[in-house]
């Protein structure tokens, strides 16, 4: 896999892209800023599930209602995460692809996108407020927080490692 990994950075720095990426200097930080804003509207939206979900905030919406409202922020967030990690990727792609670290954040970060949709699963059940989530879904409220802070930590890492 790393081979695969060297030589997709190799191919990724002969881009006209990067060579973009690389010389303008307005490109990373904006960028950078896109994406930091994106990460706080999912962690943001996916706190206040937890929260619900713990029975700790929002409890006079149903867990349903909340799901209903944060999913398309929590989408939009996703995707704009996407794009501009994408970019970022191709401004440094050795920085990244080829870092532990960075694919550590990856890896949890489809563990948060599994959790996520099973939490938001069993939220989409419960239609009234006076109803709360079983164990199952309060377990994923807490591995969703956690892997949310591991995401971000890994994310911030990335620069030391």
């Not at 994406?35 to 409890?59: D, E, K, N, P, Q």
């Not at 191709?90 to 939490?119: C, D, H, W």
Request: proline share 2%; charged share 10%.
């Amino acid at each position: 896999m790393n081979d695969w990994l060297e030589g997709l950075t190799a191919w990724l720095e002969t881009t006209r892209l990067h060579v973009t990426v690389q010389t303008v200097e307005w490109v990373v930080p904006a960028v950078q800023t896109v994406h930091i804003l994106a990460i706080a509207a999912v962690f943001g939206s996916s706190l206040v599930l937890a929260l619900r979900t713990l029975g700790l905030a929002g409890t006079d919406w149903a867990p349903a209602r909340w799901s209903g409202q944060l999913r398309n922020w929590i989408v939009t967030g996703l995707v704009v995460l996407l794009l501009s990690g994408a970019l970022l990727i191709v401004g440094e792609p050795g920085r990244s692809l080829l870092n532990f670290t960075y694919q550590l954040k990856m890896l949890l970060l489809v563990g948060a996108i599994a959790v996520l949709a099973g939490m938001l699963r069993g939220m989409g059940r419960l239609d009234r407020p006076e109803l709360n989530a079983g164990g199952a879904v309060r377990l994923l409220a807490v591995v969703l927080i956690l892997l949310w802070l591991a995401i971000i930590a890994c994310g911030r890492w990335i620069a030391y490692s």
